[in-house]
C-alpha cells in the first residue's frame, strides 16, 4: 500500500460551489494541488474568474462557472452539461450564507434565504450530479456542515444557519445510505469557528464574541480555512474509502466539552 498515494487525486474532475473564496477557495487549492483538475461553480463572475486564475498561477488546473445554485433546474443543466464532457467525480457542496439573528428577530426572508443557500442547494446539487455518479457506480459528494450541527453555538444563537447546518448534517447520512449501493460516497467536514474574511472583522468590531469563541474551543484559537480544507481532501481521496456517512468535525475540541 503506497499511503501517500492514496490521498492522490490525479485524473480526478472536482466541482466547488462557492469556491471563488475564503474556505471553499482554500478546498479547491487542495484538490487541485492533489492533482484534480477543478471547477469553481460561484453566483459572482469576477471573484470565480479572479479564484480560477489565482490557482492557474499556482500550477492547479482550475476552471469556473457562474451559476446560482439555488435554482434546481440550472443546476440540473449544468450537471448534465459538464458530464457529457466529462465525469464530475467529486462533488463539495460549499455554497453558504449566515445571517445572524435571534430566533423572534428572524425575518421570513432571511429564514428562506438561509435554507435555500445552505441546504436546498446542497440537494440540487446531490441529487443532480449524483445521478450521473449512480449511473457510472462511482463518485464522492462532501458537504460542508458545521459544529452548529451539533451543538448551539453561543453568544450568537442564529437559529436558521444551525437549523440548515443541521439539516446538512441529517442529508448527509440519508444520502449516503441510498447512493451506497451504487459504489457513491457521501461525507461531510462540520468545521468550529474558522479564520476568514467573514470572521476576522469580528476579532475588532464585536471582539467580545471573538475572545468566547476562542475560550470555548479547547485549542484556543480559530481554525485556518487549509485545516478544514485538508479534512475535505481526505473525505475527497481514496484514503476515506470506507467512510460514507460521517460527519467530521474539525473544531478544535468546540463540541468535546
Keep these: 500500500m503506497d499511503y501517500m498515494a492514496n490521498f492522490g487525486l490525479t485524473g480526478k474532475r472536482a466541482l466547488v460551489t462557492g469556491g471563488g473564496r475564503g474556505i471553499g477557495l ?8 492533489a ?22 498561477a499556482q500550477g492547479v488546473r482550475a476552471s469556473y462557472r457562474v451559476i446560482d445554485v439555488t435554482k434546481p433546474d440550472t443546476v440540473t443543466t449544468l450537471a448534465d452539461h459538464l458530464n457529457a464532457d466529462q465525469p464530475i467525480d467529486i462533488l463539495i457542496n460549499n455554497a453558504g450564507i449566515a445571517r445572524t439573528a435571534e430566533a423572534l428577530d428572524t425575518s421570513d426572508e ?17 441529487r443532480a450530479f449524483g445521478r450521473h455518479m449512480v449511473a457510472r457506480r462511482s463518485g464522492n459528494i462532501v458537504n460542508i456542515g ?21 439539516a446538512i448534517h441529517m442529508m448527509t447520512k440519508s444520502l449516503a445510505c441510498a447512493y451506497a449501493k451504487h459504489n457513491v460516497r457521501v461525507n461531510a467536514v462540520a468545521p468550529g469557528y474558522v479564520a476568514t474574511e467573514m470572521t476576522l472583522p469580528l476579532k475588532i468590531e464585536n471582539s467580545s464574541w471573538h475572545n468566547r469563541w476562542v475560550e470555548q474551543t479547547p485549542l484556543g484559537r480559530l481554525a485556518e480555512p487549509h485545516e ?10 481514496p484514503a476515506a474509502s470506507y467512510c460514507t456517512g460521517t460527519i467530521l468535525a474539525v473544531d478544535g475540541g468546540y463540541t468535546s466539552w
Design 110 to 126: 432571511d429564514w428562506l434565504a438561509t435554507m435555500r443557500v445552505n441546504s436546498d442547494a446542497a440537494f440540487w446539487c446531490s
Design 35 to 56: 492533482g484534480a483538475a477543478v471547477i469553481i461553480a460561484e453566483l459572482d463572475e469576477n471573484g470565480a474568474a479572479a479564484a480560477a486564475a489565482g490557482l492557474e
Design 146 to 166: 458545521s459544529m452548529c450541527g451539533t451543538v448551539v453555538t453561543q453568544p450568537q444563537n442564529n437559529t436558521a444557519y444551525i437549523t440548515s447546518k443541521g
Design 228 to 237: 478544514v480544507a485538508s479534512a475535505v481532501l481526505f473525505l475527497a481521496s
Design 26 to 33: 482554500e478546498i479547491a487549492r487542495a484538490l487541485g494541488q
